[in-house]
């Protein structure tokens, strides 16, 4: 490689994710360009954009992101150490370079986004999208993200901008990190100390709180920058080291670092607690693969590989690029991602961000009008704002809003709880409740919640003289001690239960949930030490149900069962309309129906549930018997109104009107 080559490819060696230009040559500064480094990239890219377009079969792919992190960690404190050092750092110029280096394909990608989201997404989709536009221009998207679903969740798949919370960790690491080295590298204080400690303290925060908060740890910084401060960490001891020529066990390093990589790529799962202890893995055998060196034969022989390099310097254009196209893929597939569809995503993905590359970013880098540019970006960056906020309040509706399904595509995510009622305590356990001469007690999760629309529309209307109250918690099988592998909170969500239920003023209580979901369709709730979509878990589960059914009678109230409503991708609002006719500008129907006897028998421990229920002495309500015809479930009204929100939540709409099966447990 001529000194030339390895002058330009300097320009975009500075970071992990997004690369960064070092403004100054090879001769100036000690940091040479690393191949090696940008076939770590590649392997990064690589595994994130492997995991998203084949989910099963290359299911700790998301590992990728912690390996930029810890490139961005490395590259930026060995530029701005050496830049202090030469008395050469500048704060200006250090953000000046960071905002042409991201921005103008990030921009790109953000107004296709938009513009492609106005023609197949529904008006709650479209709205997300535009606050996840304004969020993404100031890389706060993490923080966004904190706020709704997990990253692991379905419905994240609906997400085009997912993918930006990564960058916000980077570039909220870029806006403190180099203020923490300047200032003690200015008052002599001992990087050696600070650093580590620092990256420590996260680490800690991240190991206490993963369990417990686990979206929070995903996507906040505190909880992340440890993985940048290893790369920093190493950055410090290669400047103990950097007049070795060979470092001993170099080629050991590298080697076990991509074994750690490949090993969490191929294993972690999806439900593991991530990031936590696990993500050591990728950490510390990126951190391996970085110190080993350019010269150890692993780095040299493979990770340098001209065709690797090419992947490594288009990493970050192919990161913009690849989840919005797979998540619209998801879109127009109804929630699903075929292996054609995966290879197609990764054709385009290759093809788009080599032609940012090439087009986009070479020439922003090289333009010496750097102020010309900078307005460009900033007015830009000012109108992609404004259309994010407008579409996230509704202003700028999407195109399906004039069209005959308007009310099939504003029945997505409609929800009412906790309306019309008001929050209280029964000891440190929080209910909501609507005032009455006695109460219902309901007890369950979101699928028990969302009945509170016709629970408030009676007693506001007087059509009973009972109030109600909700003791409900999303996500939580309504038995005290069960909780989901992934997560404890479920663990204390009904420790007051009891209290509760042994309220004078309750006379009536009702117990339902998703048990589908619980005793069948998921595997990662446990209750007794066993799993509970299990023979043996459902048996547990059964025996604590039947004691809780004669505790209640015992009391002197009466009990109802509340069982599952249909559920399916088919019901779901979103996946009624033909996302595909939409793109010819159109809007036709997709099926809507399910059958009724496959419930039975996908699910035939439903019987069970319901002998249980009934064997000791509590009413069971089947919405089966009103939301069903003899052979099939509807996920409309023959009259076109859409009866769900989403898959497995009834539209609140139709509660208030039509759910009369939930009166007699008012009475």
């Excluded at 991201?102 to 107004?111: D, E, N, R």
């Excluded at 991602?337 to 087009?359: N, Q």
Aim: a positive charge; aromatic letters at 12%.
């Amino acid at each position: 490689m001529t000194t030339t080559e390895k002058t330009a490819k300097l320009d975009s060696f500075a970071s992990g994710m997004s690369g960064s230009s070092t403004a100054s040559r090879a001769a100036q500064h000690p940091i040479a360009y690393r191949p090696d480094i940008d076939g770590l990239r590649a392997l990064a890219i690589l595994s994130v954009l492997l995991y998203h377009a084949f989910p099963t079969f290359i299911r700790g792919g998301f590992i990728g992101v912690d390996i930029f992190f810890v490139i961005s960690g490395y590259l930026i404190t060995s530029i701005i150490f050496n830049k202090i050092q030469n008395n050469e750092f500048s704060f200006f110029d250090f953000y000046i370079r960071r905002i042409k280096r991201i921005y103008p394909a990030l921009l790109l990608v953000l107004t296709f986004t938009t513009a492609f989201g106005w023609i197949i997404l529904l008006p709650s989709e479209f709205s997300t999208l535009g606050k996840h536009v304004a969020s993404s221009v100031f890389f706060v998207q993490n923080f966004t993200l904190y706020h709704e679903s997990g990253y692991f969740n379905p419905q994240a798949t609906l997400k085009p901008l997912l993918h930006i919370w990564s960058l916000g960790i980077e570039e909220q690491f870029y806006l403190i990190f180099p203020v923490i080295l300047f200032s003690a590298k200015k008052s002599n204080r001992k990087l050696a100390w600070i650093i580590p400690t620092i990256a420590a303290t996260s680490f800690l925060i991240n190991i206490i709180n993963v369990a417990s908060h686990p979206e929070k740890t995903f996507f906040l910084p505190h909880t992340r920058f440890w993985e940048l401060l290893t790369g920093s960490i190493v950055a410090l001891i290669d400047k103990k080291t950097e007049t070795q020529n060979i470092k001993k066990y170099s080629g050991l390093f590298s080697a076990l670092g991509i074994a750690l990589i490949l090993t969490g790529v191929f294993t972690t799962k999806e439900s593991d607690i991530f990031p936590g202890w696990l993500a050591l893995i990728p950490v510390i055998g990126s951190a391996l693969i970085i110190y080993a060196g350019p010269k150890s034969i692993t780095n040299e022989k493979i990770l340098s590989n001209k065709l690797i390099i090419l992947v490594g310097l288009i990493s970050y254009p192919l990161y913009l690029w690849h989840w919005p196209i797979i998540s619209y893929l998801y879109i127009l597939g109804n929630g699903t991602l075929s292996v054609e569809s995966g290879f197609f995503a990764i054709c385009i993905s290759f093809a788009l961000a080599t032609a940012t590359y090439y087009f986009i970013e070479k020439p922003v880098r090289s333009n010496k009008k750097q102020y010309k540019l900078l307005a460009y970006m900033a007015i830009t960056s000012a109108i992609l704002t404004t259309i994010g906020l407008a579409i996230n309040f509704g202003k700028i509706t999407p195109f399906v809003t004039t069209t005959p399904l308007r009310d099939v595509s504003y029945a997505i995510n409609e929800w009412e709880y906790p309306q019309g009622l008001y929050t209280t305590k029964i000891n440190n356990s929080e209910i909501n409740k609507i005032n009455g001469e006695k109460y219902t007690l309901f007890i369950g999760d979101s699928n028990m919640a969302q009945y509170s629309p016709r629970v408030v529309y009676l007693a506001k209307n007087k059509l009973t003289k009972k109030g109600a109250i909700f003791f409900t918690r999303s996500g939580c099988p309504p038995v005290s001690g069960a909780f989901e592998k992934k997560t404890e909170h479920c663990k204390t969500a009904f420790l007051d239960i009891n209290v509760a239920i042994e309220n004078p003023d309750v006379d009536t209580v009702v117990i339902g949930a998703a048990w589908v979901s619980y005793l069948g369709l998921s595997a990662d709730f446990i209750y007794n030490n066993k799993i509970m979509n299990t023979p043996e878990g459902r048996k547990e589960l059964f025996l604590q149900l039947e004691k809780q059914i004669k505790t209640i009678r015992s009391n002197g109230k009466k009990i109802f069962v509340l069982l599952n409503i249909p559920t399916g991708n088919e019901l779901n609002p979103s996946n009624i309309i033909n996302r595909n006719s939409l793109l010819k500008f159109n809007a036709t129907r997709n099926s809507e129906m399910i059958s009724k006897s496959d419930i039975y028998i996908k699910f035939p421990w439903l019987s069970e549930l319901k002998r249980v229920a009934t064997i000791n002495g509590a009413t069971v309500i089947d919405p089966l018997d009103y939301l069903c015809n003899q052979q099939t479930c509807s996920g409309t009204t023959p009259s076109g109104m859409a009866i769900y929100r989403d898959a497995n939540h009834l539209r609140p709409t139709y509660v208030r009107k039509y759910i009369k099966y939930i009166d007699a447990t008012m009475q």
